[in-house]
């Protein structure tokens, strides 16, 4: 009980609470976070062995590390490879396959933690199997607080609505956009603003001038890493890369004096053709992806389009926010060093095992 390999194991905890804030506020993890995890992960284990003082036991702690390691790590970076997980989750799983191969023990007030053990006795798969099931519940608060605002779809489960104005200041996906894994990203979104130079404000008040591809800049600014946060020349928020104005909903039209109309929404309307065939390379889009050399987080040139003429011409679009996974993680790390297996747990309960 409370061995030093153990405890040191502990500082998992507070470093995992800290990478679920940046997960929350940034959607970003650096890679440098993940190099002490490993560096401790390989102290413990050494550790781990020096204690073990039977062959059978060293051979048991060898199947239960290989098990973790060899299950989650492959099972990561397939998720990772599929877009199921960001990088920071995919390290975060073999930072755990590496730290906690084998459940260990605490006592607290004369209680052993953790309460419910599995027969397999790998503490990695316990700590997934809790993450997963904490992550369940995210679609049925997301479907209730839909429901709550008088929206009942199925579509509820996985998005919620916001005002297209509002896009560039969200982590996640369109909904109903676009062919690759649920739509454009938002995070592509900014890099392709910024690196046009503009607000999405802008290509709403004058859609049909941005949508063709001579309106692309002679030079391109660094589309970034699409992250939010950014703060304009005169200090304003410029979360999209552009100008920062009180409104970001300028009038191009009226200061170039066209004749152009802006109805009430603040959409210009030319009487130009909006067509998907009407020129070539709509928004500039491929050249976005030409110029920038990047997958740009799995968008397509066509994701891009399709985006763009719906954030341009609809008043409120949806979008799934993604659960921001290192969350989830964090509280199924939480749960399994306190209680265990929630699984196994349930199971047991009802007699199933």
Avoid: Q
């Amino acid at each position: 009980m409370n061995s030093i390999p153990d405890l040191l194991r502990l500082l998992a905890v507070p470093a995992f609470a800290w990478v679920a804030w940046r997960d929350v506020a940034t959607r970003r993890v650096s890679d440098r976070t993940w190099i002490p995890f490993v560096g401790l992960a390989l102290v413990v284990v050494v550790w781990d062995l020096s204690l073990i003082d039977t062959g059978a036991t060293r051979r048991l702690f060898f199947i239960r590390a290989g098990l973790s390691v060899g299950l989650l790590v492959p099972l990561s970076y397939a998720f990772w490879y599929v877009g199921g997980f960001g990088g920071a989750d995919a390290k975060a799983f073999v930072v755990l396959a590496l730290l906690f191969p084998a459940y260990p023990a605490y006592e607290l007030l004369g209680v052993a933690l953790p309460r419910v053990e599995t027969t397999i006795g790998v503490f990695s798969l316990t700590v997934v199997t809790d993450t997963v099931l904490v992550g369940a519940l995210y679609p049925l608060v997301l479907a209730v607080r839909n429901a709550l605002d008088g929206e009942f779809s199925l579509r509820g489960f996985v998005g919620r609505p916001i005002p297209a104005r509002e896009a560039t200041a969200r982590y996640g996906r369109l909904l109903d956009t676009g062919s690759t894994r649920g739509g454009l990203d938002l995070d592509a979104l900014r890099m392709y603003l910024r690196w046009r130079g503009l607000t999405l404000g802008e290509l709403r008040a004058d859609r049909p001038t941005y949508r063709d591809p001579e309106s692309l800049p002679a030079n391109a600014n660094a589309p970034g890493d699409g992250a939010i946060g950014d703060t304009a020349a005169d200090g304003g928020p410029a979360t999209d890369g552009g100008v920062h104005t009180e409104t970001d909903d300028p009038n191009p039209a009226a200061e170039r004096g066209t004749a152009a109309e802006v109805d009430p929404e603040g959409i210009v309307d030319t009487g130009a053709s909006n067509g998907p065939d009407d020129r070539e390379d709509p928004w500039g889009a491929a050249a976005f992806f030409d110029d920038i050399d990047s997958a740009a987080y799995g968008t397509t040139p066509a994701d891009l389009r399709e985006g763009l003429d719906t954030l341009t011409t609809e008043d409120t679009v949806w979008i799934t926010p993604g659960i921001p996974f290192l969350v989830p993680l964090f509280a199924g790390l939480c749960i399994a060093l306190v209680y265990g297996d929630l699984l196994f747990g349930g199971l047991s309960a009802f007699g199933l095992l």
